[in-house]
């Protein structure tokens, strides 16, 4: 079959000041893009060097959770992993090492694709969505089965070449349009505005009120999303929805909560990173408003439990991703496989657990596989799954039948989790929220 190169976007040369100009933008559309590949709470994410960390995993023996040994043979099969890399925004290098871990565990003890061992095809994407199509046509070029992505802010660029090419897309999460329409080639394994929508809206129905007022950072995607989509997605659910937008950057809200704490918010719901999570519940706090609040897992880092008073995080209820903080067969997991088969390689980011989700579960998909591997057997493999856990989200399943949402038939998941902080501002736990099974 012809495979299609598709073109990156054109960027006119006109000297340093485009090109700052350029990285610049870039940069925002990271960070709007980020905003919606919904995190795990508890993370500890703060771009640190990467330590291997330890948990209550650590005491298991690392044989018994991973399980018999089942080695691969015979000649590899190439798939492709993309990732932003270190960015202008955030640094994801570390992927790298979690999807080498990850694999090194499936060649072992899962036989890799159809009894042969898997060999990765890297590329970085530097949060530049010209790279990201550099990167998608190298994958074509290198004649992968399939492509596997943690966490991108480019997942457009990405899709569009290994659509046209037929090649099979497997994203831990992005709310990208064109991917998430795709019922071809494309699998997404979250659901894509559990923390912006289902979240806030099962708390405002837990509280018997009916509007949620979404304090939101005031960048190009989010703000664009809670214009257009989510007052429809609200009032679906007979909610009202209020939007108060606040730039990037700003210290002090109190006057922006002052304004929502004298009127009736309903549900506050905090759309933003940890800085922003900073000011808006200590503006919060500063003007004495006591009723619920939820938040995406961004929101909630080391650097928030610093900032505010664990009086006011107690009871937050925050969206996840996976059960990161706690003691569970998923942890215990990660924590076996990234002590047997990788280094440097901290299990607290988020960012770990989003890689070796897709990984492992992309690993789950085919496992049934056998006969020649194509990316046509590839991708009717993972469409004729059944429902299966999740690795790396205890409580969560997936089957990438197109029917968990018709509307995005790229979407394997329905629901996600939720954790309610303790008396520190820690996840005291996790609940998966809106989960039912996907029809045959």
Known sequence: MKRTRI????????????????????????LSASLFTVAACGSGDDDSGGTTATSGAGTADASDVLGPSAPAKGDPVRIGIISDGKGPVSDLAYESRVADATIAYLNEHHSGIAGRPISLVKCETLADPGKGT????????????????????????IWEPLHQAKIPLMFANTTATGPLKDADTTFNLTDPYFGQINLPADKAK???????????????TATAFYKSIAPRMFEEKGLTLDVVAVPAGTADMTAQMQDIASGDPGVVSIIGGDSFCISALNGLRAVGYEGPTVAIGLCITDATRKAVPASTLRGMSV???????TDNPSTRLLQAVVSTYGHDIDVRRAGTMSMFTVVAAFGAAVEKLTGDVTAAS??????????????????????????????QPAVCVRGGLVATLDDKGQPGGYTPVGVSAIED
Do not use: W
């Open 7 to 30: 073109s990156r976007p054109t960027v006119p040369s006109h000297g340093a000041a485009r090109h700052r100009t350029r990285v610049r933008l870039a940069a925002v559309a990271a």
């Open 134 to 157: 550099d990167c998608a046509n190298r994958m074509v070029e290198e004649d992968v089965v399939a492509v596997v992505v943690g966490s991108s802010s480019v997942g457009e660029s």
């Open 378 to 407: 590839v991708t009717a493999a993972i469409k004729a799954m059944p429902a299966q856990e999740l690795p790396g989200a205890e409580g969560l399943s997936f089957r990438c039948n197109g029917k968990a949402y018709p509307e």
């Open 319 to 325: 969206s996840a991703t996976a059960p990161i903080g």
């Open 206 to 220: 837990e509280a018997g009120v009916r509007k949620v007022t979404a304090v939101v950072i005031d960048v190009p």
